[in-house]
């Protein structure tokens, strides 16, 4: 596994399985690292993300409030979630959108994709850009039960993030990306 620089990549040996839940197998691989010793490395399997940028048509972004477990706080985030075994990206953005906001993307666009924690696993996330907004229907698992919305004009939103009060990184990029890609929101007189 070497790349176009000459630099040795990593030689995965064996592995074994230490543990497989709902939405993760932990792995233990016995390796050849990139300066030729051996060793162990621990990694994860999860399945890749999607996540969506839903702006309406008066550049108000809708931004989702939830309690994340593992940080024991709630975040304000961009919608998304899995995507399902077969399903494809768009369509598993589309859904999350529309299960976490009640708001059906009628336009996607995507923006990219990004590895979330490549040291640990090859999942990679899925951002797209949702316009043409219309209604839908929430469909939100337990796990979501105290998920709320927060419409923001997308320039307060990226101001959010560009000053570190948005940590999530899906949604710091969707937001940084998006903001290029439309034209900024008047502010109201006054405002």
């Given amino acids: 596994m070497s790349d176009?620089?000459?630099?040795r990549g990593w030689d995965r040996l064996g592995s074994e399985v230490l543990y497989s839940g709902r939405h993760l197998t932990l792995h233990r691989d016995r390796?050849?690292?990139?300066d030729g010793t051996r060793g162990t490395y621990e990694r994860l399997t999860?399945?890749?993300?999607?996540?969506?940028?839903?702006v309406d048509d008066e550049g108000w972004v809708a931004l989702v409030e939830d309690a994340f477990a593992p940080l024991g706080r709630?975040?304000?985030h961009v919608p998304g979630g899995a995507v399902a075994a077969g399903e494809d990206p768009e369509a598993a953005a589309a859904r999350e959108c529309e299960e976490e906001t009640g708001?059906?993307?009628?336009?996607?666009?995507?923006?990219?994709?990004f590895h979330p924690l490549p040291s640990r696993t090859s999942a990679v996330t899925h951002l797209y850009l949702g316009t043409a907004l219309r209604p839908g229907t929430l469909r939100r698992d337990p796990t979501e039960a105290g998920m709320r919305v927060c419409w923001l004009p997308l320039d307060d939103a990226v101001r959010l993030a560009g000053s570190g009060q948005l940590t999530e990184a899906g949604t710091v990029m969707g937001?940084?990306?998006?903001?290029?890609?439309l034209p900024t929101c008047p502010t109201p007189a006054g405002g």
Avoid: K, T
Wanted: aromatic content about 0%; glycine content about 10%; overall charge positive.
């Fill in 175 to 181: 937001l940084l990306m998006a903001a290029r890609l």
């Fill in 46 to 54: 999860l399945a890749d993300g999607a996540r969506v940028v839903p």
């Fill in 31 to 34: 390796v050849v690292q990139p």
């Fill in 74 to 76: 709630r975040l304000l």
């Fill in 4 to 7: 176009d620089h000459g630099c």
């Fill in 103 to 113: 708001r059906r993307p009628g336009v996607l666009r995507p923006l990219g994709r």
